[in-house]
């Protein structure tokens, strides 16, 4: 899985992601609010973990960022401040959880694990299109390169997969893919069709996503399709 963490604490900012990383997870840092607002522009995450004080862009404000664009992705927010209305705040902007400071590095674990456990295990042999695999066990997708991706895109792309010859709509994507999330609207679509485009590039395929926002999209396996 994909995470996003983002502290100001150096020591403590590198600490933390080396235990993720060994935990097998695969994680971004981001040292203040602006960098993390950066990462969520163009990267797709299966959970996002923020310290509330941060320079250039608090906590708060990047979590109503997130929420502003339709991203659903659950965050974990860390405070060193103890007062209720603090935390109330963070949950009231859209936080699925808080930890206060200092914590345990097995709390924080275990919140994480919570935090993402909504998520899916696939299986099965790799898919293939064109000059792309998708490969449902470590959610990597290739062609002249490789990137990983994270739950939603992977579920997105797998319908797209699964469909060659078939645009569909934003609405039965929302069905397929946010089902279980009744707040996605077609901007969530929209916003995930172009973390997919993106990575489409990152990987040198020659396939694209037609659609546009609100339309309905296809996997065109020649041409990258415009924009």
């Not at 933390?16 to 040292?31: K, P």
């Not at 645009?167 to 997919?196: G, I, K």
Request: aromatic letters at 6%.
């Amino acid at each position: 899985m994909k995470l996003l963490f983002a502290e100001d604490t150096r020591d403590l900012n590198r600490a933390v992601t080396v235990l993720l990383t060994r935990e097998g997870y695969d994680v971004d840092s981001a040292a203040d609010g602006e960098e993390a607002l950066n990462y969520i522009k163009t990267e797709s995450y299966d959970g996002i973990i923020l310290d509330i004080m941060m320079p250039k862009a608090d906590g708060l404000t990047v979590l109503s960022e997130l929420r502003a664009r339709h991203i659903l992705t659950p965050v974990l927010l860390l405070t060193a401040k103890a007062e209720v209305d603090d935390r109330v705040a963070g949950l009231d902007a859209g936080a699925d959880d808080y930890l206060p400071k200092p914590f345990a590095m097995k709390e924080l674990l275990a919140r994480v694990r919570a935090m993402t456990r909504r998520s899916r295990t696939y299986g099965g042999e790799p898919l293939r299109r064109g000059d792309l695999t998708l490969d449902p066990a470590t959610f990597a997708l290739c062609a002249k390169n490789s990137v990983r991706l994270s739950v939603k895109e992977f579920e997105l792309l797998h319908a797209l997969f699964s469909n060659p010859d078939a645009a569909l709509s934003t609405e039965t994507l929302l069905e397929r893919v946010w089902r279980e999330e009744p707040e996605a609207q077609a901007d969530t679509v929209w916003l995930y069709v172009s973390y997919l485009r993106g990575k489409l590039r990152a990987v040198g395929s020659a396939a694209g996503i037609e659609g546009e926002r609100g339309g309905s999209f296809r996997l065109n396996m020649g041409e990258a399709a415009h924009e």
